[in-house]
């Protein structure tokens, strides 16, 4: 089983930006697809963006298209979601976790995950 990492989040202004980071160590993480999802007050966790495993194929919930980017880098088993544009809609906890996108199966290895804030 894969262990996570988040880190990176803060308070930011709308209109501003942050990188997510997500450190990932147990499993072979670059045999693995990578996801990120959020959890705002009062609401279900939902996803944000997903990466496959080689880094070529990416998708986005439609509220963050053109606003936010997936990448990582294996050699650093390492996912980052940088996020341009925020708005307060964004605000929630940030979460990565490992699975399958071909089915959007999730394996749940959930971390603490990270706070952002975004200001009005």
């Known amino acids: 089983q894969v262990q996570l990492v988040e880190s990176g989040g803060g308070l930011v202004q709308a209109g501003g930006s942050l990188r997510l980071s997500c450190a990932a160590s147990g499993r072979t993480f670059s045999d693995s697809d990578m996801g990120w999802f959020r959890q705002a007050p009062g609401k279900e966790r939902e996803f944000v963006a997903a990466i496959s495993w080689s880094g070529v194929n990416t998708y986005y919930a439609d509220s963050v298209k053109d606003r936010f980017t997936i990448s990582r880098d294996n050699a650093k088993n390492t996912v980052y979601l940088q996020m341009n544009s925020l708005k307060p809609g964004d605000t929630a906890v940030y979460y990565c976790?490992?699975?399958?996108?071909?089915?959007?199966?999730?394996?749940?290895?959930w971390g603490q995950g990270t706070q952002v804030t975004v200001s009005s």
């Open positions: 976790d490992a699975g399958v996108i071909a089915t959007m199966t999730w394996f749940g290895s």
